[in-house]
């Protein structure tokens, strides 16, 4: 048994989560069957190197490119007026979510909090997947977000974002034990994993 290995298999829910992978989309990313995936999942130990490396090689490159995604849809979308950046912001996704309520949200928040504090507050809350007190607090006081936004408004929110997403990313990173994608480290400790036994 390969300690590394077993550490990484228990994870593997919680990388699901973070990524918002259903079984059946991870199983298929690893070109693995669902119930491959669901005995892993129950039982640590069956995780072989062919599947952590494919875990490893599609977590690595999926968060690459929805980060890139993300920032690249937030860089397009005018901020000339709430309903315009409401348009704009609607179908920037991170993974099956829709982000634009956690913009919307955050860009009122920035109201009350601050430009910095709000959006990231609301950010972090919204793809953490639990319900902000902040925002519930703006619904139930009618807070909306005013008919002119501030230019600060889009360059806030991308740091807010990127802030959000990196700390989405060290998540991620943790549950394999890395501080960066960086594969050598990551086949170190394979090999470590196994000497350990």
């Known amino acids: 048994m390969n300690r590394y290995l077993l550490m990484l298999g228990a994870q593997i829910s919680t990388i699901r989560?973070?990524?918002?992978?259903?079984?059946?989309?991870?199983?298929?990313?690893l070109g693995i069957s669902r119930p491959?995936?669901?005995?892993?999942?129950?039982?640590?130990?069956?995780?072989?190197?062919?599947?952590?490396?494919?875990?490893?090689?599609?977590?690595?490159s999926e968060f690459s490119k929805r980060k890139q995604?993300?920032?690249?849809?937030?860089e397009i979308v005018d901020f000339t007026d709430e309903f315009t950046a409401?348009?704009?912001l609607k179908d920037v996704k991170w993974g099956e979510k829709p982000l634009w309520p956690l913009i919307i949200t955050g860009l009122g928040a920035?109201?009350?909090?601050?430009?910095?504090?709000?959006?990231?507050?609301?950010?972090?809350?919204?793809?953490?997947g639990g319900k902000n007190k902040d925002s519930v607090l703006f619904e139930?006081?009618?807070i909306s977000?005013?008919?002119?936004?501030?230019?600060?408004?889009?360059?806030?929110?991308?740091?807010?974002?990127?802030?959000v997403l990196d700390n989405k990313e060290k998540e991620v990173l943790k549950c394999f034990g890395l501080d960066?994608?960086?594969?050598?480290?990551?086949?170190?400790?394979?090999?470590?994993?196994?000497?350990?036994?």
Do not use: C
């Not at 989560?17 to 990313?29: A, F, G, R």
């Not at 109201?111 to 919204?126: D, E, I, K, Q, R």
């Not at 977000?145 to 802030?163: A, C, H």
């Open 140 to 142: 139930e006081k009618n």
């Open 110 to 128: 920035s109201l009350v909090f601050g430009p910095v504090l709000g959006p990231l507050a609301v950010a972090y809350s919204y793809l953490s």
């Open 180 to 197: 960066s994608w960086d594969s050598g480290e990551f086949v170190r400790l394979i090999e470590m994993g196994e000497l350990e036994q």
């Open 36 to 60: 491959v995936l669901i005995n892993i999942e129950k039982d640590p130990t069956k995780l072989s190197k062919t599947v952590a490396f494919a875990l490893f090689t599609v977590t690595s």
């Open 17 to 29: 989560e973070i990524m918002q992978w259903t079984q059946e989309d991870l199983s298929n990313l």
């Open 145 to 163: 977000v005013p008919k002119k936004l501030p230019k600060e408004s889009k360059t806030e929110l991308k740091k807010s974002v990127i802030e």
């Open 69 to 74: 995604l993300v920032i690249k849809e937030i």
């Open 86 to 88: 409401y348009e704009s």
